[in-house]
């Protein structure tokens, strides 16, 4: 049975950085797309980033040019460092693992960014 684990959640000021790693256990295939979502109270959850196992990354617009992906599909790690945060990137944090048509959560880990 395929299981996510997520850590580096936290609590930091605002302009400050965290990085967030996931691990996929159970499994011996490549991902196909690894990622990061999240949901802040009362919203829906969210796309924040996701990358590929050929390398290709996407970010949301509200993150673009302070998060960065990375990922290693042979070991099913995926990393999401985040520098300037914000306030509104307040969240739960939530690692995703897409394998052909199956989708895999991990438990979340909570970033909260105080002002």
């Known amino acids: 049975q395929v299981q996510l684990v997520e850590s580096g959640g936290g609590l930091v000021q605002a302009g400050g950085a965290l990085t967030l790693s996931c691990v996929a256990s159970?499994?011996?295939?490549?991902?196909?797309?690894m990622g990061w979502y999240r949901q802040a109270p009362g919203k829906l959850r969210e796309l924040v980033s996701s990358i590929t196992s050929g390398g290709t990354t996407n970010y949301a617009d509200s993150v673009k040019g302070r998060f960065t992906i990375s990922g290693d599909p042979a070991k099913n790690t995926v990393h999401l460092q985040m520098n300037s945060l914000k306030p509104e990137d307040t969240a739960v944090y939530y690692c995703?693992?897409?394998?052909?048509?199956?989708?895999?959560w991990g438990k979340g880990t909570l970033v909260t960014v105080s002002s």
């Open positions: 159970g499994t011996i295939f490549r991902f196909d797309v």
């Open positions: 995703n693992r897409r394998w052909r048509d199956m989708d895999y």
